[in-house]
């Protein structure tokens, strides 16, 4: 359990590309629009929002951002089905993925703000249990997908024992596990430091490349190249947005 | 599917391990309590024998209720719970997975240590294998049902009374029915009937259950 601590210098995430883009569980010219159809979130007797749309096509990022409260985790929480919107619905292809709730949770990788991950297992316990978990057998061995997070030499440490910033990319590894074609991500960037925020760039660059979406929550400007990205102001329109923040 | 069931077995037994401290709370209260008895009432064969079934499943009934709160507890917290219903794997046979892993944590080591209890308490060596098998049958019934209510609560912050109160009364059949088996077997009557309804109380909530935590989880969460 001690012997990690000597390689404690090591993890700087590595530049060169990850395995992604190895096995992609779709065709890259097989069509995919995912679309909100005029959402309502009401929590508390509170409008959080209302009359929310977007349309997110293949090969799509969409950034979403919005003042603290105005109910962002509350959206993506909606999207993955994991709470109930108060009105409108979300469709994969045209269809409300509530008809088929299985079919459409196996096309996503959700990571939220809580990261998933248990304090008391060691990374590569977390992840094998992530790819147990998963639609398929895993594509990529949970011991690639650490390394390609930066965490190579890490894989037996609990996690306890790692930085804020390192469970974060434990959780972010999960997304390697098993390509799926939509990434939810709340706040992908926090703890992160320079190097591990240009890691998830190029991993949603990547992503939408190959025909992938994405779909971001972050205040933070998102340097995904060529990608085509939408940025969504979600609740009342400040006057003067504070683009650097 | 099965390969997910087991890896949620695994995972939550490596992490009892990993906690045996809090694995060993309910059984050193089993322990404590069972043995506070002999103490209060005197060391008279004739009371003890008479009491010890009552005595034996209130206290396993309250050292199961006492471990249940943390069933979902951590998983809530730190995100997990939002994978496991995320996965495209019907949640409640994860779910299941998970009542099975708590109650081999907690469930089990009740009934490895009731016979030294029974014998505190002077139960005759007839009932001692009908008092084993009332806690084989009515432990994992509790498990499954309490799961339900840890479900319904564990979005709450302090749902520990709540969930006492929700699950008690979904517990007395089982208490009476077990308790009842012991007394018999102790009295030399035939036990057959309550074993049988113990049973098929267990076969019931296994397969109900599961669905039910499950949906319940879905409403926590969102």
């Known amino acids: 359990m001690a012997s990690h601590t000597h390689r404690q210098p090591a993890p700087a995430a590595p530049p060169g590309p990850a395995p992604e883009g190895a096995a992609r569980p779709w065709p890259a010219d097989q069509p995919a629009v995912f679309e909100a159809v005029d959402l309502a979130c009401v929590r508390r007797d509170r409008t959080l929002f209302e009359g929310f749309s977007f349309r997110l096509a293949a090969g799509e990022l969409l950034q979403i951002e919005g003042a603290n409260g105005s109910g962002k985790t509350s959206l993506l929480r909606i999207l993955c089905l994991l709470a109930l919107a108060d ?16 079919d459409y949770l196996g096309r996503l990788t959700y990571i939220g703000h809580t990261p998933g991950v248990k304090a008391d297992l060691t ?3 977390n992840l ?18 650490l390394a390609a997070v930066g965490l190579a ?46 890691r998830v760039e190029e991993l949603l660059e990547a992503h939408c490349a190959a025909g992938g979406m ?26 003067a947005m504070d683009e650097a923040g | 599917m099965g390969h997910a069931f087991l890896a949620i077995l695994k995972r939550d037994l490596t992490l009892a391990l990993r906690h045996r401290s809090e694995l060993a709370n309910p059984l050193v209260f089993f322990v404590v309590v069972v043995s506070l008895f002999p103490l209060a009432l005197g060391p008279e064969q004739d009371i003890l024998t008479r009491v010890a079934p009552g005595i034996l499943w209130v206290a396993a009934l309250l050292a199961a209720t006492l471990a249940m709160d943390g069933m979902f507890r951590s998983d809530f917290e730190d995100g997990s719970l939002e994978q496991l219903l995320l996965s495209p794997h019907p949640p409640s046979v994860l779910v299941l997975a998970k009542i099975l892993a708590h109650w081999l944590a907690t469930g089990l ?11 505190f308490l002077h139960l005759p060596g007839d009932a001692l294998g009908v008092l084993l098998a009332t806690l084989a049958l009515g432990t994992p019934t509790l498990s499954l049902v309490g799961a339900i209510g840890v479900a319904l609560t564990v979005g709450l912050r302090r749902g520990g009374l709540l969930l006492t109160l929700l699950v008690l009364p979904l517990y007395v059949p089982v208490l009476i029915f077990a308790a009842g088996a012991v007394d018999n077997a102790a009295a030399g009557f035939p036990v057959a009937g309550q074993l049988y309804f113990l049973a098929a109380v267990l076969v019931l909530a296994a397969t109900l259950a599961p669905l039910a935590t499950a949906a319940s989880l879905r409403i926590s969460l969102g």
């Open chain 1, 87 to 102: 009105a409108g619905e979300v469709r994969w292809n045209g269809v409300n993925v509530a008809e088929d709730r299985a």
């Open chain 1, 123 to 125: 990374a590569l316990e």
């Open chain 1, 128 to 145: 094998q249990v992530a790819s147990a978990l998963a639609p398929d057998t895993a594509a990529c061995h949970p011991d690639d997908a």
């Open chain 1, 153 to 198: 030499g890490f894989e037996d440490t609990h996690v306890r024992e790692l930085s804020a910033g390192q469970t974060r990319r434990v959780a972010l590894a999960r997304l390697l596990l098993q390509p799926t074609r939509l990434w939810i991500l709340d706040e992908p960037f926090t703890a992160l430091d320079r190097a591990g925020k240009r």
């Open chain 1, 214 to 239: 994405a779909l971001i929550t972050t205040h933070q400007p998102v340097d995904v190249g060529d990608a085509a990205k939408t940025r969504i102001h979600l609740g009342p329109e400040p006057a």
């Open chain 2, 109 to 119: 080591p009740l009934i490895l240590i009731s016979p030294l209890l029974a014998l």
